[in-house]
Every structure is written in structure tokens, then in C-alpha cells.
């Protein structure tokens, strides 16, 4: 069974970092892209970022641009996303997600990141 | 960019309705358009992807439709657990892969 499970969401103060992981399992992490797309409270999807499976190509949404960075570890079937600088607006749950061509077909159970002094 | 853009924004209908949500591209995506359902405090579930393709166990009753940039989901016959956000998402582009706003599908 495939499952995504993210951890390492809180609380911080504005113009700080935090760091989300992806444990993933049931599947060859290292075949896959892999994404994480964010929903504001009360709003829709966006998506953040995403990662080939060697790790060399990685793509960003322009607002996280140069203050997120994904990342993972194939050996520890892992996904990452470090966040610094961060402001209010992206206040969100973070999904981690497994993507082939035609979308994203399986998604973790989200991690909330609160962005508030 | 390519935008995404889904109506209406919001629908009521009722069980046993047949309903259907429109999504336009701002430019060609060929038939990478994927379809989500999303209930309240759960992850998006992918529906349909490839523009028609049924995902493994969801109900015949959802179907897509479309190419190029105009693309519909519809719900043949409305179930009470049917009642959800959909969005749609092109997979055309490796730098990005963009949503919708979403239709939220509300009971009548």
C-alpha cells in the first residue's frame, strides 16, 4: 500500500524557517517525481514545487522562488521541503504528493504550517 | 504560465442531478488534464487524469471529457457523497502543474 506521511509543520514567527519531511513507503520513491502543493485556509490548491526522481531537475511556483527548497533522499525514501523567510501568506497545509504524467495520484494527509508572531 | 479556469465557481443541485464543471486553458495541454475531488479536512483524490481516464475505484457515474484547451467533468446521477470541491490540473507543463480555483458542489 502506498502511503506518504509528512511531519514537521507548526507554528512559527514570520521570517522564519522550517523544514517539512515525506516518509514514503509501499513503492520505488526512486522511480517517481515528487510534489508538494499547499492549501491556504479556506482556499484552493496551489502547487509549490516539485522534484525529478534523481533529484537534478526541481521546479518552483514564482512565489516561494529563492525561499523553499525541495529536495530527497532515496535511500531513506524521503521527500523535503525547507522553508525560510516565511510570511503570513503561506500559512497552509502542505501535501506531499507522488506525481507521474497524468497528475498527482497519491497525496499524504497534510501538514499545517501556521506563520503568525 | 498556463492558467487554469473552472465554472461555474459554485453549483447546488440535487441527488440524482446530472452535473457538470467546465475547465479552460489558457493554452493548448493536449489531453494532460486531470480531475480532483476534495472533501472538507481531507487530501484531494485524483478522479480522472488523462482528460477521461477513470482512476482505479471511482464510480462509472464520473466521466471527462475535452482536448486541447476545453476539457468537462460530469457527474452522471449526483450521490449524497458526492457533495465536494473538484478541481482540475494540466500535467502539460514540467515546470509547473497548475490547479484551478475549484467548484464547490454544494446540496440544493
Known amino acids: 500500500e502506498v502511503q506518504l506521511v509528512e511531519s514537521g509543520g507548526g507554528l512559527v514567527q514570520p521570517g522564519g524557517s522550517l523544514r517539512l519531511s515525506c516518509a514514503a513507503s509501499g513503492f520505488t520513491f526512486s522511480s517517481y517525481w515528487m510534489t508538494w502543493v499547499r492549501q491556504a485556509p479556506g482556499k484552493g490548491l496551489e502547487w509549490v514545487a516539485n522534484i525529478k526522481p534523481d533529484g537534478n531537475e526541481k521546479y518552483y511556483v514564482d512565489s516561494v522562488k529563492g525561499r523553499f527548497t525541495i529536495s530527497r533522499d532515496n535511500a531513506k525514501n524521503s521527500l523535503y521541503l525547507q522553508m525560510n523567510s516565511l510570511r503570513a501568506d503561506d500559512t497552509a497545509v502542505y501535501y506531499c504528493t507522488r506525481a507521474w504524467d497524468y497528475g498527482d495520484d497519491y497525496w499524504g494527509q497534510g501538514a499545517l504550517v501556521t506563520v503568525s508572531s | 504560465d498556463i492558467q487554469m479556469t473552472q465554472s461555474p465557481s459554485s453549483l447546488s443541485a440535487s441527488v440524482g442531478d446530472r452535473v457538470t464543471i467546465t475547465c479552460r486553458a489558457s493554452q493548448t495541454i493536449s489531453r494532460y488534464l486531470n480531475w480532483y475531488q476534495q472533501k472538507p479536512g481531507k487530501a484531494p483524490k485524483l478522479l480522472i487524469y488523462a482528460a477521461s481516464s477513470l482512476q482505479s475505484g471511482v464510480p462509472s457515474r464520473f466521466s471527462g471529457s475535452g482536448s486541447g484547451t476545453d476539457f468537462t467533468l460530469t457527474i452522471s446521477s449526483l450521490q449524497p457523497e458526492d457533495f465536494a470541491t473538484y478541481y482540475c490540473?494540466?500535467?502539460?507543463?514540467?515546470?509547473?502543474?497548475?490547479f484551478g480555483q475549484g467548484t464547490k458542489l454544494e446540496i440544493k
Open positions: 490540473q494540466e500535467s502539460y507543463s514540467i515546470v509547473m502543474h497548475t
